[in-house]
């Protein structure tokens, strides 16, 4: 049996991270092997080759964390060379069950004791007590001799208080490549001190931590020294982690640094910075994001001795502990939640519809974490939160371009603000039986169509999905950009339903919309930009237009951006726990009476408590953890793909599909395909994260089975489900998704695994030694699945009567869903094949309601939409039993077409359709009106009704 690979290097390791924690694995077994085969008198090569390759890849990269720490690896290579391996063998053991069990974490680290002698005292075998203590690292940027450097240690150690709450250790790196290093790589590290007088360069090997300095590109830093160099640091530091304090210890005059741009530092101190203060910033600093001012105000409640004379009988437990029957609720949930349950909005609580204490700060500093200018909470998920946005920035006959695969309270919450729907095509994955995102060039073509017609000046927002059900990320900075050009007043919304979680990672930050935004507005109103860049002129014609990139005129354009997120999906929030994240440059001039009323619209008067306190939980997590859990949850993602990519039996009925299956070329011009690669390793991201129109969020793990035979939904319910326990984001007809979170673990996903090794095995035996007739049946089920599949509709567009101006694309959906009220207007057609016979032969159906089926999870079909032939078929071939807004005893809900026919002026009947007021109007009832033929007719405009424009 040949040996394993000693060190395959980065290439076959996600990151520097995952190598280091392989390396003291490997260490440790090849410790105890040498050992062994030295007791035996065996030859010890191959063991020592082993360690040594070991300490070559843990010197450099120890030098970036507290423990075990760069001291410690060169102690361990000193018992080495000392040839004491049983010392050797038990060092090792020692320092690697300290990294497992994070027991440094639990106690002040004292003055150095050699490893050697911690090893043979009494104490090493005792393991430390779990503690309520919070532990972080400091790192110190400065060129120090290590006597400076053990001097500077010591003193930072002695200013904190043995039993106090906060503890933390003392990392120094010489250069400013190593401070980014060690950044990157530690998410122990929660502040930075920046002193002077520290070159550039590291003496890291650069094939082993190269792909991390990518970002020194961008500016020659080389050129900057003193405190130039100082600030240039803090700002790369600042745009990797913006969350963590920065300090600055300068030898120019505190004066000179705050002119020269310390915008991002918490605190300046000249020269020989006092210990004392530099200790109570650090301490303050980390108790401002521990501080969650709605979670403590609710504990302090429940402690509380009160007497309830209000509404919840189960506030304090009373109707819960004092009964005979519904104790076991009690047994379950225990006291807390109860004695956390109230009406009061005082007694150092709040009011979630006008708040002025714990709440207000709890939702300030969430804006302040996730960067936006204002953060709204929402106790009733992102579907509210996302017609909370609607009805406050849309009137009636606003234009919205919409992705019409986003989430159904998208459709909804136009509906009901009565604002007129631009549907946009996202490209489809017709062999997956997937729709991707919605490419710029539609997005611009459909601007444009509207600028000719006159109608831009009704254009309002744009709604997108990012990232989508899949995991495709679309470029906000982009997006916007070009949009602001043709249409400077525009609102985004960006649904961010999944990506809550983005901000506080450096790969993902920059595709999110708050992010996005505030480098917008930055980049637009800069001196560079004004002299590099010419607004477009839009007299061109439209093919020169659409391939060219758009600039907009900063002196016109308004940020105005909105995102959703649904912080229980992604972040420690209870259910239905949303927030909503504003960078909207008119919000006090234009939008916040509007918001405040859509908001209050929306919202309960009775919030649940739980759910605003884990918020406020979540935010505080988001902040002082949220890197490491986001980096994490990549981590796991790229050990299920590796898997997936090189284990033999899983390779024969699995795929996982990367960036090249779901992402056109042309939307690609990175020419990434694929994170992992059999035969190379891990393949860097970063060109497609720069350069790409759309990217693959890695956490997102689309499973492609068609080469089972077994559909997706079958697999999810019977397999995963039912068989292993195992719960799953959606599937496709051929394709599951699963996804890592911040609380997935390496156990969760070895449990995966084996769970699919299984799946394949029962697999390869139900389908050994077939019949013949048993081998054509399973032959024509993979066909099926991966060859005969039903094109994925386009959206077929808005009947004309219910066309909103003319033939444009905008429809009124409002008026088509009320309409429908009167049963005497609507029927039911049962879906079979020949109903799509007869839709193909001329038959004119429109649809009344929403159809939504799951997956994928939006309305296929909306009100006022024609039925086409192809959604039909689509219908006809889903193998899911939840269809939302279908009667499967009856079946489609549609307009009777003799009425169709006769509103859209293309018969003779005297039938007329119960009318709708139109939107704006006032009405008492809505009642059938005297026949007049014709009166509606395709290509007339209803007027619009006039309305304050102060949204």
């Known amino acids: 049996m040949s040996a394993p690979k000693v060190n395959p290097g980065l290439e076959f390791h996600y990151n520097t991270t995952e190598l280091r924690q392989e390396t003291w694995n490997r260490l440790k077994v090849t410790a105890a092997k040498h050992y062994e085969?030295?007791?035996?008198?065996?030859?010890?090569?191959?063991?020592?080759?082993?360690?040594?390759?070991?300490?070559?890849?843990?010197?450099?990269?120890?030098?970036?964390?507290?423990?075990?720490?760069?001291?410690?690896?060169?102690?361990?290579?000193a018992i080495f060379s000392s040839r004491d391996s049983f010392l050797f063998m038990r060092a090792v053991s020692h320092v690697v069950r300290g990294i497992i069990s994070e027991s440094f974490r639990n106690r002040l680290a004292p003055d150095h004791v050699p490893i050697g002698d911690l090893v043979l005292s009494a104490s090493a075998s005792v393991p430390s007590e779990p503690s309520d203590r919070h532990y972080f690292e400091v790192l110190v940027v400065d060129n120090l001799h290590p006597d400076q450097e053990k001097s500077l240690r010591n003193r930072m150690r002695s200013q904190q208080d043995p039993n106090g709450k906060l503890?933390?250790?003392?990392?120094?790196?010489?250069?400013?490549?190593?401070?980014?290093?060690?950044?990157?790589?530690?998410?122990?590290?929660?502040?930075?001190?920046?002193?002077?007088?520290?070159?550039?360069?590291?003496?890291?090997?650069?094939?082993?931590?190269?792909?991390?300095?990518?970002?020194?590109?961008?500016?020659d830093v080389n050129a900057k020294t003193g405190v130039s160099r100082s600030l240039a640091l803090g700002s790369f530091l600042h745009k990797i982690r913006p969350e963590i304090d920065l300090f600055l210890v300068t030898d120019a005059g505190v004066e000179e640094a705050s002119v020269k741009g310390a915008r991002h530092f918490r605190r300046i101190f000249y020269r020989n910075e006092d210990y004392l203060e530099l200790h109570l910033?650090?301490?303050?600093?980390?108790?401002?994001?521990?501080?969650?001012?709605?979670?403590?105000?609710?504990?302090?409640?429940?402690?509380?001795?009160?007497?309830?004379?209000?509404?919840?009988?189960?506030?304090?437990?009373?109707?819960?502990?004092?009964?005979?029957w519904i104790k076991d609720m009690g047994d379950f949930y225990g006291k807390n939640i109860f004695l956390a349950e109230t009406s009061a909005t005082t007694g150092g609580l709040?009011?979630?519809?006008?708040?002025?204490?714990?709440?207000?700060?709890?939702?300030?500093?969430?804006?302040?974490?996730?960067?936006?200018?204002?953060?709204?909470?929402?106790?009733?998920?992102?579907?509210?939160?996302?017609?909370?946005?609607?009805?406050?920035?849309?009137?009636?006959?606003?234009?919205?371009?919409?992705?019409?695969?986003?989430?159904k309270s998208h459709h909804y919450g136009i509906m009901l603000s009565g604002g007129h729907p631009v549907y946009l095509d996202a490209y489809p994955l017709v062999q997956y039986s997937i729709y991707g995102g919605v490419p710029l060039l539609e997005i611009k073509r459909t601007l444009l169509r509207f600028k000719r017609e006159g109608k831009l000046d009704r254009v309002r927002m744009l709604v997108l999905t990012n990232s989508t059900f899949d995991g495709l990320i679309y470029d906000p900075f982009r997006v916007m950009q070009e949009v602001l050009a043709i249409k400077p007043d525009i609102v985004f919304l960006w649904d961010e339903a999944w990506f809550g979680f983005a901000?506080?990672?450096?790969?993902?930050?920059?595709?999110?919309a708050m992010s996005s935004a505030k480098r917008l507005n930055k980049y637009l109103r800069s001196d560079e930009y004004r002299s590099l860049k010419t607004p477009t002129d839009f007299s061109a014609d439209d093919q020169s237009l659409l391939g060219q990139e758009w600039f907009p005129d900063p002196d016109q354009i308004k940020i105005r951006v909105y995102a959703t997120h649904s912080t229980h999906k992604t972040l420690s929030s209870l259910r239905q726990g949303s927030m909503i994240h504003i960078y909207d440059e008119c919000f006090y001039t234009r939008t916040e009476s509007f918001f405040n009323e859509a908001y209050m619209t929306h919202t309960s008067t009775s919030p649940n408590y739980q759910i605003l306190a884990s918020l406020d939980v979540a935010r505080r997590q988001a902040e002082l953890e949220g890197y490491e859990l986001v980096q994490k949850s990549i981590e796991m993602a790229m050990i299920v793909r590796e898997t997936l990519k090189t284990q033999p039996l899983l390779r024969r009925y699995f795929s996982c599909l990367g960036p090249g299956d779901l992402i056109p070329d042309e939307h690609r011009p990175s020419g990434f395909e694929h994170f992992f690669d059999s035969n190379t390793g891990w393949v860097s991201a970063e060109p497609s994260w720069r350069e790409?129109?759309?990217?693959?969020?890695?956490?997102?793990?689309?499973?492609?089975?068609?080469?089972?035979?077994?559909?997706?939904?079958?697999?999810?319910?019977?397999?995963?489900?039912?068989?292993?326990?195992?719960?799953?984001?959606?599937t496709s007809r051929n394709t599951v998704l699963l996804m890592t979170n911040i609380g997935s673990n390496r156990s969760a996903i070895a449990f995966l695994i084996s769970v699919l090794i299984k799946i394949a095995k029962m697999i390869r035996n139900l389908q050994h030694d077939l019949t013949p007739q048993k081998q054509r049946a399973l032959t024509a089920r993979i066909h099926a699945l991966t060859e005969d599949l039903p094109p994925l509709p386009h959206f077929s567009g808005f009947h004309p009567f219910f066309q909103a101006d003319g033939d444009g694309p905008e429809g009124d959906?409002?008026?088509?869903?009320?309409?429908?009220?009167?049963?005497?207007?609507?029927?039911?057609?049962?879906?079979?094949?020949?109903?799509?016979e007869r839709v193909r032969a001329g038959t004119e159906l429109v649809s009344t309601t929403f159809v939504t089926p799951y997956p994928p999870g939006f309305p296929i079909l909306v009100p006022g939409q024609v039925v086409s032939a192809a959604i039909l078929e689509f219908l006809l071939a889903l193998d899911v039993k939840e269809i939302h807004g279908y009667n499967a005893e009856l079946g489609l809900k549609v307009f009777r077409p003799e009425l169709i026919v006769a509103a859209g002026g293309t018969g003779s009947g005297d039938v007329q359709p119960t009318a709708l007021p139109a939107a704006g109007e006032v009405t008492d009832t809505v009642e059938p009106v005297a026949a007049k033929p014709n009166s509606k007719r395709p290509g007339r405009k209803r007027p619009r009704p006039s309305q304050p424009s102060g949204a």
């Open 281 to 324: 910033s650090i301490c303050r600093g980390i108790q401002e994001r521990y501080n969650t001012p709605f979670f403590n105000a609710l504990i302090d409640f429940s402690k509380r001795p009160t007497g309830v004379f209000h509404a919840m009988p189960l506030s304090r437990g009373n109707s819960v502990y004092k009964t005979h």
């Open 503 to 512: 901000h506080f990672h450096h790969m993902f930050r920059r595709r999110a």
């Open 813 to 836: 959906m409002r008026r088509a869903y009320y309409m429908a009220y009167d049963r005497e207007n609507t029927t039911y057609e049962p879906l079979c094949r020949e109903l799509v």
């Open 692 to 730: 790409d129109e759309f990217v693959l969020d890695p956490t997102r793990i689309t499973l492609y089975i068609g080469k089972t035979g077994i559909d997706g939904d079958t697999f999810r319910k019977v397999y995963l489900m039912d068989k292993f326990g195992i719960q799953v984001n959606k």
């Open 37 to 77: 085969r030295e007791q035996k008198g065996l030859h010890l090569t191959e063991t020592e080759e082993t360690i040594l390759a070991c300490f070559e890849v843990l010197e450099p990269v120890e030098r970036y964390w507290a423990y075990p720490g760069k001291s410690t690896v060169e102690e361990l290579r």
């Open 167 to 219: 503890i933390y250790d003392v990392i120094v790196t010489p250069s400013f490549e190593d401070a980014l290093l060690a950044l990157i790589l530690n998410p122990n590290i929660q502040c930075v001190v920046i002193r002077y007088g520290f070159p550039v360069k590291s003496d890291i090997p650069t094939k082993l931590l190269g792909p991390h300095v990518n970002a020194l590109e961008e500016v």
């Open 350 to 407: 709040d009011s979630l519809l006008h708040p002025t204490g714990p709440l207000k700060e709890a939702q300030e500093r969430a804006a302040k974490a996730f960067g936006a200018m204002f953060t709204y909470f929402v106790t009733n998920g992102t579907s509210t939160a996302n017609k909370i946005v609607q009805l406050a920035l849309l009137k009636p006959g606003d234009i919205v371009l919409i992705d019409r695969d986003c989430h």
